[in-house]
């Protein structure tokens, strides 16, 4: 069974901290992504990465940067959280051909 | 341009009957395209994929892709209260290290 494992359900962070959010796949997927879903909005892309150190901005990077040191890993950074990064976190990876990617369950991040 | 539309509902239909859930795009590269369903608090779970146009079948889920209308189809057969969820459609380009474009998701109620 497919499994993409996001370290916490739920983060209460403040105003100002460093926040990490991991993330990690036991499929052996070279490709792994992490999107935001907030209410009327969807989700829309923050990072992905296509192999080990590789990382590729999406469409909504700003605020935020990522690390990918091993192939099953693949970390979101908040460098300096704000509330408008209160959302829900959603990691998923996905093989080389891309053709179907798989979410972990995500991360109910609230910044105060 | 990478965009996907989708109704957000809610859809509320009686159990037993069929449920249509649908989506256009407007980028005609996109080549692989998806189905999610997504409780409430969890991460979106992939029900199916096809590729180009065409039907797929999954037991009681057939997905339909017409590329020529840039149209793409859920069809629920004999609803039950449990497929009550928010239905995700995505497309991607596929062959490569690329982002998955979503619809905002459809809220569906299958009513006992």
């Known amino acids: 069974d497919v499994k993409v494992t996001q370290s916490s359900r739920y983060l209460v962070k403040r105003t100002g901290e460093k926040v990490f959010l991991e993330c990690v796949q036991d499929?052996?997927?070279?490709?792994m992504f992490w999107y935001r879903q907030d209410p009327g909005l969807g989700l829309r892309l923050i990072y992905f990465?296509?192999?080990?150190?590789?990382?590729e901005k999406g469409d909504i990077p700003e605020g935020y940067s990522v690390s990918r040191e091993k192939k099953e890993r693949f970390s979101l950074i908040l460098e300096s959280a704000s509330t408008n990064q209160t959302s829900m976190y959603l990691c998923a990876s996905s093989s080389q051909m891309n053709t179907e990617a798989f979410f972990g369950q995500g991360t109910r991040l609230t910044v105060v | 341009q990478k965009e996907v539309e989708q109704d957000p509902g809610p859809l509320s239909v009686p159990e037993g009957a069929i449920v249509s859930l649908n989506c256009t795009y407007s980028n005609s590269a996109f080549q692989y395209f998806m189905w999610y369903r997504q409780y409430s608090r969890k991460g979106p779970e992939l029900l199916m994929y096809t590729y180009s146009s065409g039907n797929k079948e999954d037991g009681r889920f057939t997905a339909q892709v017409d590329k020529s209308s840039k149209y793409i189809s859920l069809f629920i057969r004999d609803s039950q209260p449990s497929d009550s969820a928010t239905y995700l459609c995505a497309a991607i380009f596929g062959g490569g290290a690329d982002g998955l474009t979503f619809g905002k998701g459809t809220h569906l109620i299958i009513q006992p």
């Open positions: 499929m052996d997927h070279e490709n």
């Open positions: 990465s296509y192999d080990v150190k590789m990382k």
